[in-house]
């Protein structure tokens, strides 16, 4: 299996930074040997390197380099399974970032990419990269937004609303609410919510099913809300389906099912995001485990649902990094007026920054709301504020407008 690992660490003062092309051509050599891709970069103080390889090479590669004293301070920043190498041509580049222009640096990077679609600005790997070359990781300051006054006007979406009842013999329907940066008027996202036939809430349509079915209908009613993703015109945009965990572990081939219910609708893996919902205790972590791992080394995003509340919380995600993690609406409901919600939230952005993982406010009614979110560094929001979740379709988007100061 293809994993990836990468590392910041500091140079050892006491090695010349002279050196660093032959420790380069030695390292490129073994890499070689044991078939880890990768690059790294170099800022005169700093390293900061992706290893992409077989697994267990990869881990006893960076056992040695955390061994060696020419390393100091490593920090491991991600540990990641993909589809293929993203630097699959090259031995070890490196880049040593006092040689180049800041701003041709990241156009260099993307063009050793080899991967088709994990090379974007959107791939967890490459922020790490742009962070790394911005220096931002060095200093992690929130910039607070100026005072709120803004309207929300509704917009059509481009999407092709479906009408008609439902079809005879499909068991559920799916309402969709897209999750959005508003301030880039850009939708991240739908969200596919389960609904019984006629749009009764999940908790109507999982009551009507039979226990020992639960599993299966849930992974099963994947192919509807994909189909319906079709059917609106869903394009290049992105898909974020629920399952529970267990849905994963319990059916049998869960993953191959989903890969294959994806590819009858005509999408990729890498524009869906699978969110685990948590209301039950993980029971078989292990099994769990070989799922994600299955579903990252196909392309597919994981996102931790409803974190900070029930089960989904801190220990989950000590266990697993997902792309993304959307904070319960308990938390976010009249976060501008509670302080231990703000310092949670705070916590949570801080936490994810760190690793990398995109953070997604949920439940976002007001506006007071929006504007200590985006304060505190949020950028991704689902809520009534925006959208509601519609019926086969996608309800206009309310996107925020500076109201004009009357002087
Ligand atoms: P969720 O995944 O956290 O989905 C968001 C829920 O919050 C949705 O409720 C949505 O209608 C609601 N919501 C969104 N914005 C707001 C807001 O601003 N205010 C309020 N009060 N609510 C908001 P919904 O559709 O009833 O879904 C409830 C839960 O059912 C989902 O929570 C998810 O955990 C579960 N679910 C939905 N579809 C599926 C599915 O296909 N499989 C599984 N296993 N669970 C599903
Ligand atoms: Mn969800
Ligand atoms: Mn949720």
Redesign the pocket.
């Known amino acids: 299996m293809l994993s990836t690992l990468i590392y910041r660490s500091r140079l050892n003062p006491d090695v010349d930074s002279g050196e660093l092309n032959q420790i380069v051509l030695s390292a490129q050599r073994n890499n070689e040997k044991i078939s880890v891709t990768g690059i790294l970069l170099f800022d005169g103080d700093y390293f900061f390197q992706i290893l992409e390889g077989p697994y267990a090479e990869v881990n006893a590669l960076f056992q040695d380099i955390c061994q060696d004293s020419r390393h100091n301070t490593i920090v491991e920043l991600m540990r990641d399974y993909a589809p293929m190498r993203r630097f699959g041509n090259l031995g070890m580049e490196l880049f040593d970032l006092r040689h180049f222009k800041r701003e041709f640096v990241l156009e260099a990077v993307l063009a050793k990419g080899t991967s088709k679609y994990n090379l974007t600005y959107d791939d967890r790997a490459f922020k790490f990269i742009r962070t790394f070359v911005e220096g931002r990781w060095r200093d992690q300051v929130q910039e607070i937004s100026e005072a709120p006054g803004w309207q929300f006007i509704p917009e059509n979406t481009p999407f092709t609303k479906l009408t008609g009842s439902t079809p005879v013999g499909q068991p559920c329907e799916?309402?969709l609410?897209p999750i959005v940066e508003p301030l880039q008027y850009r939708i991240s996202s739908l969200?596919?919510?389960?609904?019984s036939p006629g749009g009764g809430?999940?908790?109507h349509y999982?009551a009507s099913l039979a226990k020992d079915k639960l599993y299966e209908a849930?992974l099963q009613?994947?192919a509807w809300?994909l189909s319906l993703a079709k059917k609106i015109g869903l394009g290049n945009h992105m898909i974020s389906?629920?399952?529970?965990p267990m849905?994963l572990v319990m059916v049998p081939g869960a993953v191959e099912i989903l890969l294959e219910q994806i590819a009858c609708n005509g999408l990729v893996p890498e524009q869906v995001i699978v969110?685990v919902?948590e209301?039950e205790v993980i029971s078989r972590f292990d099994e769990f485990e070989t799922a994600i791992r299955q579903l990252r080394s196909a392309g597919i995003s994981l996102a931790i649902?409803?974190f900070g509340s029930g089960f989904a919380g801190l220990s989950l995600l000590s266990r697993f990094q997902p792309e993304k993690i959307?904070i319960?609406?308990q938390i976010i409901t009249d976060v501008h007026k509670n302080g231990v919600r703000q310092a949670i939230v705070q916590a949570i952005v801080k936490c994810c920054s760190s690793l990398e993982i995109s953070v997604v406010a949920?439940?976002?009614?007001k506006p007071e709301e929006w504007c200590w979110l985006e304060a505190a560094g949020i950028r991704h929001f689902?809520?009534?504020?925006f959208a509601?979740?519609e019926l086969n379709g996608v309800s206009p988007i309310a996107w925020p407008r500076k109201n004009h100061v009357l002087k």
Request: hydrophobic share 35%; charged share 35%.
């Open positions: 799916f309402a609410q969200e596919a919510l389960i609904r809430a999940p908790a999982f849930d009613s994947k809300a389906i629920n399952l529970l849905s969110e919902t209301d649902d409803d959307k319960d609406r949920e439940g976002v009614e689902q809520g009534y504020l509601r979740p």
